[in-house]
Nanobody
Framework: QGPLVESGGGSVQAGGSLRITCAGS????????ISWFRQDPGQVREFVAG????????YYADSVKGRFTISRVDAKKTVYLQMNDLKPEDTATYYC????????????????WGQGTQVTVSS
């Protein structure tokens, strides 16, 4: 799996929406689960959402279920995270991650990390 590059972060008020994007590269992208993790300074990096190759399977952290939607367009080697009804506690740096092992929700399974994109939600 080649580099992952995130984009689309920014600042929004509580209740608002943002979509962040992860652009992949390399042929192995198609065989990787791709996930989003997030981290606030001084906090542990936590899993947010993941998606299998082809988008057949998606999985979410309980804290974002019903508000966030992960999707992928493999022809563009791109994964999206649509975030609705944002809350101040969603404020964090969001990282894209690729896992070769078929599920991508724990840090030890991650093969490649992106550089992160900041999301700030004000109350």
């Amino acid at each position: 799996q080649g580099p992952l590059v995130e984009s689309g972060g920014g600042s929004v008020q509580a209740g608002g929406s943002l979509r962040i994007t992860c652009a992949g590269s390399g042929d192995t992208y198609y065989r990787h689960d791709i996930s989003w993790f997030r981290q606030d300074p001084g906090q542990v990096r936590e899993f947010v959402a993941g998606i299998s190759p082809g988008g057949k399977r998606t999985y979410y952290a309980d804290s974002v279920k019903g508000r966030f939607t992960i999707s992928r367009v493999d022809a563009k080697k791109t994964v999206y995270l649509q975030m609705n009804d944002l809350k101040p506690e969603d404020t964090a740096t969001y990282y894209c991650a690729a896992c070769r092992g078929g599920h991508c929700s724990v840090i030890p399974d991650v093969n490649v990390w992106g550089q992160g994109t900041q999301v700030t939600v004000s109350s």
